[in-house]
Nanobody, 116 residues
Framework: QVQLVESGGGWVQPGGSLRLSCVAS????????MGWYRQAPGKQRELVAQ???????IYVDAVRGRFTISKDNAKNTVYLQMNSLKPEDTAVYYC??????????WGQGTQVTVSS
C-alpha cells in the first residue's frame, strides 16, 4: 500500500506564500501522474495542479501563474509552491497519485488558511 504524506500547510496572510510537500512511500516513477487537489468547506474536491510522467503540467485556471507544481525524483516528493495566495485558496489540500493501472492513492490532507 502506497502512502502519501503531506506537509507545509498553515496560515498565511493574503499575498503570502506557502510550499506544500508530498512524500510518497514508493518511487514516483511508478505513478502515471501525481497532483494536488483541494476542498473548501461546502465545496467539492477539485484538481489544482498535476504533473504527469509524459506531457505538460496541468493547472486549474484559478491558480495558473501563481502556483507551481514540481517534483524531486530522488526524494520521491512532489511540491506545490503557492504564491500570491488569496482568501479563496483556503482549503484542505490533498496529494494524489495514480498508477498506469489506475490504482489511486490519497494523502491525509493539509489545511491552508489565507486570511488577514
Amino acid at each position: 500500500q502506497v502512502q502519501l504524506v503531506e506537509s507545509g500547510g498553515g496560515w498565511v496572510q493574503p499575498g503570502g506564500s506557502l510550499r506544500l510537500s508530498c512524500v510518497a512511500s514508493a518511487s514516483i516513477f511508478s505513478f502515471d501522474h501525481m497532483g494536488w487537489y483541494r476542498q473548501a468547506p461546502g465545496k467539492q474536491r477539485e484538481l489544482v495542479a498535476q504533473t504527469r510522467r509524459w506531457g505538460s503540467n496541468i493547472y486549474v485556471d484559478a491558480v495558473r501563474g501563481r502556483f507551481t507544481i514540481s517534483k524531486d525524483n530522488a526524494k520521491n516528493t512532489v511540491y506545490l509552491q503557492m504564491n500570491s495566495l488569496k482568501p479563496e485558496d483556503t482549503a484542505v489540500y490533498y496529494c494524489n497519485a495514480a498508477t498506469p493501472t489506475a490504482d489511486e492513492y490519497w494523502g491525509q490532507g493539509t489545511q491552508v488558511t489565507v486570511s488577514s
